[in-house]
């Protein structure tokens, strides 16, 4: 019988902290059309999500999130969803 050596426990965001690097990228994704108040200082980052957004799409895979942000952009930002024309 195998005997365990040691358990590694990451506490989501204990080893990386990936949440504000994937707050930083959904909102560069909305480029120009993001308001400015939406960009709020952050000790770690220059870009936080909203909590109403944030508490709504947390512990989401992006497939589940992805349409939940969207959304919020259309109705609480102005943004529209601006699609690129198919690769030839």
Do not use: C, N
Not at 5 to 28: P, R, V
Not at 30 to 58: N, R, T
Request: hydrophobic content about 40%; cysteine-free.
């Amino acid at each position: 019988m195998a005997s365990i050596k040691g358990i590694l426990f990451d506490m989501d965001g204990t080893l990386l902290d990936t949440e504000t690097l994937s707050d930083k990228a959904l909102l560069l994704a909305y480029g120009p059309s993001l308001p400015e108040q939406v960009l709020q200082e952050h000790p770690m980052s220059s870009y936080i999500l909203p909590w109403e957004l944030k508490k709504q799409i947390l512990g989401l895979r992006g497939a589940e999130w992805a349409p939940i942000a969207l959304e919020y952009a259309r109705e609480h930002w102005g943004v529209t969803e601006e699609r690129s024309p198919p690769s030839p």
